[in-house]
């Protein structure tokens, strides 16, 4: 059974930073790409980032671009985002997820079939 399993979420002022964690279990994760999406209150679920399976490519949302970093440890079979510059405006439920299908990297929301329970993040302006 896949478990993704978020962390590093919490309040931080405008400028600040912050690192999430999402722990993956149950399939052979260095075969599937790997995405971060939020939701904002009242708001749909975003794409914020993605990696591909080896890392060695990776994709993001207009909004975050020069700001946030995915990264991921295959042999830990986890994956990171660290957000820099925070704003006001990411604050949101952020959650991990694995793509669907092996060697396909979307940013779509349908494109990820196993999702984690979610992190808060909020920035205080």
């Known amino acids: 059974q896949v478990q993704l399993v978020e962390s590093g979420g919490g309040l931080v002022q405008a400028g600040g930073s912050l690192r999430l964690s999402c722990a993956a279990s149950?399939?052979?994760?260095?075969?599937?790409?790997m995405g971060w999406f939020r939701q904002a209150p009242g708001k749909e679920r975003e794409f914020v980032a993605a990696?591909?399976?080896?890392?060695?490519?990776?994709r993001y949302a207009d909004s975050v671009k020069g700001r946030f970093t995915i990264s991921r440890d295959n042999a830990k079979n986890t994956v990171y985002l660290q957000m820099n510059s925070l704003k006001p405006e990411d604050t949101a439920v952020y959650y991990c997820?694995?793509?669907?299908?092996?060697?396909?990297?979307?940013?779509?929301?349908?494109?990820?079939?196993?999702w984690g329970q979610g992190t808060q993040v909020t920035v205080s302006s």
């Open positions: 149950g399939r052979t994760f260095s075969s599937y790409a």
């Open positions: 990696i591909s399976w080896s890392g060695g490519s990776t």
């Open positions: 997820a694995v793509a669907a299908r092996t060697y396909y990297m979307g940013n779509y929301y349908s494109e990820y079939d196993y």
